[in-house]
């Protein structure tokens, strides 16, 4: 997890005509193009984008649901027991 910081600054290199290699401060680099090769095209990494806050929210939103859930029984079980 990254730390409870608002800036996220990447780097964008032009590579070659309609190709650049973007890399953030972590290490990670991702190729983006026109769409002419194997690298991601700008449309589909806004879909990866949106995909992965999406799965990234609903994840945490079943987890913190079986948390309250898991308490509740323990918390019930507690009761019988005592």
Not at 13 to 19: A, Q, V
Not at 45 to 69: E, H, N, P
Request: charged share 15%; aromatic share 6%; proline share 4%.
């Amino acid at each position: 997890m990254t730390p409870d910081d608002t800036r996220r600054p990447v780097t964008l290199d032009r590579t070659s005509n309609g190709h650049y290699s973007v890399s953030n401060e972590r290490g990670g680099t991702i190729s983006v193009g026109n769409g002419s090769d194997d690298s991601f095209t700008p449309v589909e990494l806004l879909l990866t984008a949106i995909g992965a806050c999406t799965a990234i929210a609903a994840v945490a939103i079943v987890w913190g649901v079986l948390f309250a859930l898991f308490r509740t029984a323990l918390l019930l079980i507690v009761r019988m027991i005592g």
